[in-house]
């Protein structure tokens, strides 16, 4: 009887372990119908980006997490150092923060002075609970937005505009998208 016990305690033990892996897994995804002008390592390079994102945010890492933006980031007026300030508040206003991003294009391009840049249109949503109100929150969401990677000294980090310029504010009611 003992053994039974400990065989499907480990039986329980191992599928929920499975769960686990196969859900977290599943938060960075390409579509069914991905556009891939990539070949497979870059793919995973690309979304080792977002795993390594997912990975610092859920351990509260701003170190993490800003090791994977450019020094040169600009999105909208927003800079590296501002990115950093709105992790930091994150940080401070949500716990068990969590994102999803699901990848329809995937391309390169030549980037200015020669560098690697990749293109991957993404729909996704980061959500947390509040530490005020201990409310299930979205906190970003995004509908086929570009993301802009570019090849940094060996690894992809997110660099905001192609070009590195800014485009104008967005009008009252167009919410920007800074955090990826």
């Not at 390594?52 to 980031?73: F, K, N, P, T, V």
């Not at 800079?79 to 699901?102: G, N």
Request: glycine share 8%; net charge negative; aromatic share 10%.
């Amino acid at each position: 009887m003992r053994f039974l016990f400990a065989h499907v305690l480990a039986s329980l033990s191992l599928a929920l372990g499975l769960f686990v892996a196969s859900h977290a897994e599943a938060k960075t995804q390409l579509m069914p119908n991905t556009v891939q002008e990539v070949d497979g390592e870059t793919v995973n390079e690309l979304l080792s980006t977002f795993e390594q994102a997912e990975q610092a945010m859920q351990a509260r890492d701003i170190e993490g997490i800003m090791a994977l933006y450019s020094d040169d980031y600009l999105y909208h007026g927003l800079r590296k150092a501002d990115i950093r300030k709105i992790w930091t508040r994150l940080f401070d206003q949500h716990k068990e923060l969590e994102s999803f991003h699901s990848f329809s294009v995937i391309r390169t391009l030549g980037g200015s002075g020669g560098k690697l840049t990749a293109e991957m249109t993404c729909t996704g949503v980061i959500w947390g609970t509040s530490t005020t109100t201990t409310l299930r929150t979205p906190i970003d969401s995004w509908y086929e937005e570009i993301h802009y990677l570019r090849k940094e000294h060996g690894r992809w980090r997110i660099i905001g505009h192609i070009g590195g310029e800014s485009q104008p504010a967005l009008q009252f009611g167009i919410a920007p998208h800074p955090l990826f």
